[in-house]
């Protein structure tokens, strides 16, 4: 179906028997000693076994006191990492998969409290502007002493039996500190030519490792910092170059990436970028050059993979998230069950929890549509004991359906009771803001298969007791989500004029070319807006925090502010919604108390949503009850589908 997915490549005398790479994407599943334990092995094996051809694994150590990223971090630092090493790239051979490792120092990007308590380490005094750590520019015989260690790394990486090793040189890391003229000043040989650094790093390599051990090369070829107002730094014109003089060097390939930390959303694109973003910039590299070229390009579905190779775009698809949310991402591609890919949604979940839990000693990676994943020890369904018990399940949104799909996987009888007429619950409105359409994919995956696995979905069914009675469950799962808080206490918000998130969004275009004041600056409130401003409507968003966005995750917050930087949006922070009147509100500051009245047609009330949890339903009935999603804790969708899965799979 594939032809040229599937077809076999070669990186020098390497053959891959398909054009399908695992990127090396930080999981925090390595040992507090940074060794491939069971956790680790198994999260390989399991992609391995999906069916791609290479594994680079994920950013590697080659330092242990100024090149930390995280603890729980795969390391080639010290000998003793060799042996776990090789135990895990053997499994890897045996399944026919190449094994790179990706040999990495974070330089500026990264926090002192893990690296020695120490200023941290660059090519440049110049702190990352996302880190901001006190930054030392490292003396000449620091920057030797580094160059050693990647040396070091590749030798215990060669005795690991790894095919060959790849730099990091993308996202603001070390290397492409040294590479840039926005991070290094310096005045020596390291910076009086920036490709310095990584030359005498390849050539410690091959000293060390043999000329003919291959090194590949993860390059950002332009750091997107325009929208950030500075000039002086790696664009294209010198990824160009870079990739040129990597190939004269005889790099084995080179694996395509763009922006640093200061331009995060670039190279951790969220939702609203489409597949294929970066594009223009591989291209400019493919056509410059003539060693094989990956690249990941927010690729998710397997026609577009196909599509990068059928135009020559890459010699190899990169693919990172994609992989997380489903190990057997390429298999499926290759047995023609694309509907079966638990695609990746963009939500940048994965990330997030990178910087809240992984750095931060607090566990693996999440992955908002795959709890399992980082998890592949503990979740592995050696509980399929349900023996066909009946579970009510009230409720056919995200959590609902999750809870139904693992019961079923375990042997259980899930019954799913639905009011509505449809699956999916608050995703059929959290999908009307504008390029919100991947999050349908999360509800397409669940649909698929609930259907494979035979689950009964009443539609048009309020669950009532005798419903309930009826079905005699072994236990009752309360999946009823949440409402939208609409406050009493406010003068006036029963006026018809008045709409929620959710009735604002399923009014569409029936709300055009009025003036619309949104009472909060959430996620749902943002989003909201540019939904009313596509529609033609002036808005006003009001928010009771002295900052609009205040409570978003970074990543959500600059590509909601950058897409209304396109509209004239009026944002007034520190007030407070007081009373509704039909042509306008009235708002208090909550600083200076001062009261004032704006004119409005309408007013969207995005101010958070409360839990809908009531379980008496059940009472008498049955003594297994839980509450999961929304019904249990309002959050995101990470949060119902993982809290559905933990109650489904541990149910007994």
């Known amino acids: 179906m594939y032809p040229k997915l599937f077809t076999p490549g070669k990186i020098g005398n390497l053959t891959l028997k398909n054009r399908a790479v695992m990127e090396p994407l930080a999981m925090g599943v390595a040992e507090p000693n940074q060794t491939i334990g069971e956790a680790y092995f198994e999260y390989l094996k399991q992609r391995a076994d999906g069916g791609v051809a290479m594994i680079i694994l994920e950013n590697t150590r080659v330092d242990d006191q100024h090149g930390v990223a995280a603890n729980c971090q795969m390391s080639v630092a010290r000998d003793e990492h060799i042996a776990p090493l090789k135990k895990a790239v053997d499994m890897l051979h045996s399944k026919d998969v190449v094994v790179f490792t990706q040999l990495h120092h974070p330089g500026r990007e990264t926090f002192s409290n893990l690296n020695s308590n120490e200023p941290v380490w660059s090519s440049s005094s110049k702190p990352c502007g996302v880190c901001q750590q006190e930054t030392h520019e490292m003396t000449t015989e620091e920057v030797e002493l580094v160059i050693d260690k990647f040396a070091q790394g590749a030798r215990r990486s060669k005795e690991g039996g790894c095919d060959g090793v790849e730099l990091h040189g993308a996202h603001g890391y070390l290397i492409s500190q040294f590479l840039s003229p926005y991070t290094n000043q310096r005045k020596d040989r390291f910076g009086e030519d920036r490709f310095t650094f990584v030359k005498e790093i390849i050539e410690a390599i091959r000293k060390t490792c043999g000329e003919d051990y291959p090194i590949g090369m993860r390059l950002t070829v332009d750091e997107l910092l325009a929208l950030n107002g500075i000039k002086d730094y790696f664009k294209i014109e010198d990824g160009i170059q870079v990739c040129k003089r990597l190939e004269s060097m005889k790099i084995a390939y080179i694996n395509v990436s763009n922006g640093i930390y200061e331009s995060f959303n670039s190279l951790s694109e969220p939702m609203t970028y489409h597949q294929g973003c970066r594009t223009p910039l591989i291209r400019q590299i493919k056509d410059n050059v003539n060693v094989p070229v990956i690249a990941v390009n927010m690729v998710k579905e397997p026609w ?224 909201t807006a540019e939904a009313l401003l596509e529609n033609g409507n002036t808005v006003t968003v009001i928010e009771m925090m002295d900052k609009i966005g205040g409570n978003i995750y970074v990543q959500h917050y600059l590509d909601a502010m950058d897409r209304l930087s396109k509209y004239d949006v009026t944002y007034i922070d520190s007030t407070k919604l007081v009373e509704v009147k039909p042509k306008s509100i009235v708002v208090e500051n909550v600083k200076d108390f001062k009261v004032s009245e704006i004119e409005a047609d309408y007013i969207v009330l995005a101010m958070g949503i409360q839990s809908l949890n009531d379980t008496s339903i059940a009472d008498g009935i049955c003594d297994k009850v839980f509450l999961v999603g929304d019904a249990k804790t309002t959050g995101r969708i990470e949060s119902s589908i993982r809290s559905a899965f933990e109650v489904a799979y541990n149910l007994n």
Do not use: H
């Open 304 to 527: 577009f993979a196909e599509k990068m190779l059928e135009d020559n775009l890459v010699d190899f698809v990169g693919l990172g998230r994609a992989v997380v949310a489903d190990p057997n991402w390429v298999k499926k591609a290759q047995e023609g069950k694309e509907d079966d890919i638990n695609r990746c949604i963009s939500c940048t979940y994965c990330f997030e929890t990178l910087v809240s839990d992984t750095i931060a000693g607090k566990g693996p990676v999440k992955c908002a549509v795959n709890p399992i994943a980082g998890r592949e020890t503990i979740y592995n369904f050696s509980n399929k004991d349900g023996n066909g018990r009946v579970v009510a399940v009230i409720g056919a949104g995200l959590a609902g359906m999750e809870a139904a799909r693992v019961l079923a996987i375990r042997g259980f009888k899930p019954i799913i009771l639905e009011k509505t007429s449809k699956v999916g619950g608050q995703i059929n409105v959290a999908n009307k803001p504008p390029e919100k359409n991947k999050i349908n994919w999360i509800v397409d995956y669940e649909t698929k298969q609930l259907e494979k696995l035979g689950v009964e979905v009443r539609l048009n069914t309020p669950a009532t007791k005798e419903i309930l009675q009826s079905l005699n469950p072994y236990a009752v799962i309360v999946a009823t989500g949440a409402k939208s808080i609409k406050p009493s206490s406010i003068k006036g918000i029963d006026l018809p004029n008045v709409k929620t998130v959710e009735e604002a969004l399923v009014l569409g275009k029936a709300l055009s070319n009025l003036k619309v004041c949104v009472i909060g600056s959430g996620v749902s409130g943002l989003e």
